[in-house]
T-cell receptor, first 114, second 114 residues
């Protein structure tokens, strides 16, 4: 039973445009959400997080939006750059700040076209 | 700060053999996590430690798997009587509960069971 779902295995976006990656979750106990980025042969790298008490968090080119009623979050990257090409994982936790084990989605492979 | 390191990076073994992996967390981090990732999936949580204490174990952690963190620093993950289904990337992460909670991942150990 997938508690965190990323329904788009891949996404292709032109350089300079906005990339929008989506994530849905089913467990209402989740209250902290994170996005990780992964390059081949490397471990995941933390990008940005959001607590359930907020609906938006922004860090430079990255913004995460949370819609608790819809159990949906999205990551916006603007403008998209070639170095953003990677696999992006959505993760969730029922503990404060994600201090316990995280539950990950299957990932979305983002490809930035020149 | 050298980040999270894992050793070995690759391990090939025959079915039925025992294997042990090591993880060295970021030095001031008190929490250490183990995850497993198979092809096309996101990382799956296995277990985590706070200092020396193992606080949570996933149902994925069968009795052939054992993890230790004897002095609250490095950790080992042992798999006994390996099976072909154990072939995966084993990821280690660490975090510090005294501040921001995000987990920092190592590069992983890729296990192939023949």
């Amino acid at each position: 039973d997938q508690q965190v779902k990323q329904n788009s295995p891949s996404l292709s976006v032109q350089e300079g445009r906005i990339s929008i990656l989506n994530c849905d979750y089913t467990n209402s106990m989740f209250d902290y959400f994170l996005w990780y980025k992964k390059y081949p042969a490397e471990g995941p790298t933390f990008l940005i997080s959001i607590s359930s008490i907020k609906d938006k968090n922004e860090d430079g080119r990255f913004t995460v939006f949370l819609n608790k009623s819809a159990k949906h979050l999205s990551l916006h990257i603007v403008p998209s750059q070639p170095g953003d090409s990677a696999v992006y994982f959505c993760a969730a936790s029922a503990s404060e700040g994600g201090a316990d084990g995280l539950t990950f989605g299957k990932g979305t492979h983002l490809i930035i076209q020149p | 700060d050298t980040g999270v390191s894992q050793d070995p990076r690759h391990k090939i073994t025959k079915r039925g053999q025992n294997v042990t992996f090591r993880c060295d967390p970021i030095s001031e981090h008190n929490r250490l996590y183990w995850y497993r990732q198979t092809l096309g999936q996101g990382p799956e949580f296995l277990t985590y430690f706070q200092n020396e204490a193992q606080l949570e174990k996933s149902r994925l952690l069968s009795d052939r798997f054992s993890a230790e963190r004897p002095k609250g620093s490095f950790s080992t993950l042992e798999i006994q009587r390996t099976e072909q289904g154990d072939s995966a990337m084993y990821l280690c992460a660490s975090s510090f509960t005294g501040g921001r909670y995000e987990q920092f991942f190592g590069p992983g150990t890729r296990l192939t069971v023949l």
